[in-house]
């Protein structure tokens, strides 16, 4: 069946240090994968969006990275801060066809601990 | 940036009425809308996709008599849940995009909670 995973539910790092978020699928070949940043009782903020033939992607302290052998997308966050404290979620189109819908992983919570 | 709002922000309504939730672009064209739930602790799961002009199409298990979907024009969509029930409460959140596919990255409204008593 096919599956998105974020694994952690729930991430707590110290305040400078990087977080690294991670998010597998399986049984899926995605042309474009977009991570998104929601906060409590908000709709999700567009981060970045990565395709398929790009290893990596930066935007200011943000980067992801796409390994299509492995299935895998990784996303960090650099010196991070307080602020960066909220549920982050990635999602892919789940075929090259295009005009598919954009389907979300669950989500991991990040708590920047000062 | 883009910019994508929802009215109202929350709604309380009493079970058997009916609820309309708009969803506007504000400084873009939406070719596409989409209509999704989110209940707590979990993730945004696809309702419903529109555009401009045409019926919308609905995900599996949506009913499409119960959530009508209206897109009117190329700024405004809406949602109206009818003869809401309990089970009906949920956050409720629209995205649009400028393009055509879901491939491209979709801006999200505010969302609207829905607490049907």
């Known amino acids: 069946s096919q599956k998105i995973e974020q694994n952690s539910e729930a991430l707590n790092i110290q305040e400078g240090k990087t977080a690294t978020l991670t998010c597998n699928y399986t049984?899926?070949?995605?042309?474009?994968l977009q991570w998104y940043r929601q906060d409590p009782g908000r709709g999700p903020v567009f981060l970045l969006l990565?395709?398929?033939?790009?290893k990596e992607k930066r935007k200011e302290r943000l980067k992801v990275t796409f390994d299509t052998t492995l299935k895998q997308s990784l996303f960090h966050i650099t010196a991070s801060q307080p602020a960066d404290s909220a549920t982050y979620l990635c999602a892919l189109v789940p075929s090259r066809r295009g005009n598919e819908k954009l389907t979300f992983g669950t989500g991991t919570r990040l708590t920047i601990i000062p | 940036g883009a910019v994508v709002s929802q009215h109202p922000s929350w709604v309380i309504c009493k079970s058997g009425t009916s609820v309309k939730i708009e969803c506007r672009s504000l400084?873009?064209?939406?070719?596409?809308m989409f209509w999704y739930r989110q209940f707590p602790k979990q993730s945004l799961m696809l309702m419903a996709t529109?555009?401009?002009?045409?019926?919308?199409?609905?995900e599996q298990g949506v009913e499409k008599d119960k959530f009508l979907i209206n897109h009117a024009s190329l700024t405004l969509s809406t949602l109206t849940v009818t003869s809401a029930h309990p089970e009906d409460s949920s956050f409720y959140i629209c995205s649009a995009t400028p393009g055509l596919a879901a491939s491209y990255e979709q801006y999200f409204g505010p969302g609207t909670r829905l607490t049907v008593t």
């Open positions: 049984n899926y070949s995605p042309a474009y």
């Open positions: 990565i395709r398929e033939n790009e």
């Open positions: 400084d873009f064209q939406a070719t596409t």
């Open positions: 529109s555009n401009e002009g045409s019926k919308a199409t609905y």
